[in-house]
């Protein structure tokens, strides 16, 4: 397997579950934005986002989908739950959720008050998508209440897809406002020995 990474990017997610499960791999470290730092890299991933995982045939570019993949081809893991399980849809709509719901206002947050040029930067939608993600994230804290993780006191693939939000979040400095049991969880998150290994690759 082969995974493309920027650091700091949502390719975490997919290294830090590679690192979880203790698979073999070869990490290409890129400069983001990859489709202008790496040549060739959008003959592998057409889209020039990051991360690409290639496996044999198969070619993944959607981060918590990345982590789905290696947890079901790759198990049996302690990181999935299985569908016969009563938590499956909870475990499915948290995995799915990281991105589509916890990720997708900061990439707005980020855009507009540091990769854009300072006079394409706009104060307003930063206002409005920080207020959107603080809002989603009131789903966290409520279901980590009595809860070491997302699914009780079983540490799963969704833990490690909406770990990333949050450590997104510090980055954008956005964790000033995160409640008690949101940053409980996520000191708990960033403490494990292969979150801390995946961060510094």
């Not at 990017?9 to 990490?27: F, P």
């Not at 198969?58 to 938590?87: F, M, N, R, W």
């Not at 699914?151 to 770990?163: K, N, P, S």
Request: charged residues 20%.
């Amino acid at each position: 397997m082969k995974l493309y990474h920027c650091k700091d990017a949502r390719s975490l997610r997919a290294l830090w579950t590679l690192e979880e499960m203790g698979l073999a791999y070869e990490l290409v470290n890129m400069k983001f934005p990859p489709r202008a730092t790496h040549p060739g890299y959008l003959d592998v991933n057409p889209l020039g986002t990051v991360p690409t995982l290639v496996d044999g045939d198969v070619t993944l570019t959607e981060s918590s989908a990345i982590c789905h993949y290696l947890a079901e081809k790759y198990g049996p893991t302690d990181l999935a739950i299985g569908v016969d399980d009563p938590q499956y849809g909870e475990y499915l709509n948290w995995l799915y959720r990281s991105d589509a719901t916890l990720t997708f206002p900061q990439t707005l947050v980020l855009r507009y008050s540091r990769l854009e040029p300072e006079e394409r930067r706009i104060p307003q939608v930063v206002a409005d998508y920080t207020q959107w993600f603080y809002s989603r994230l009131r789903s966290v804290e409520l279901a980590l209440e009595g809860r070491d993780y997302l699914l009780g006191h079983r540490f799963t693939v969704a833990d490690i897809a909406v770990g990333y939000a949050l450590m997104l979040g510090v980055s954008l400095g956005l964790d000033a406002k995160f409640k008690p049991n949101t940053q409980a969880y996520l000191a708990r998150l960033v403490a494990r020995p292969a979150c801390m290994r995946a961060c510094v690759l």
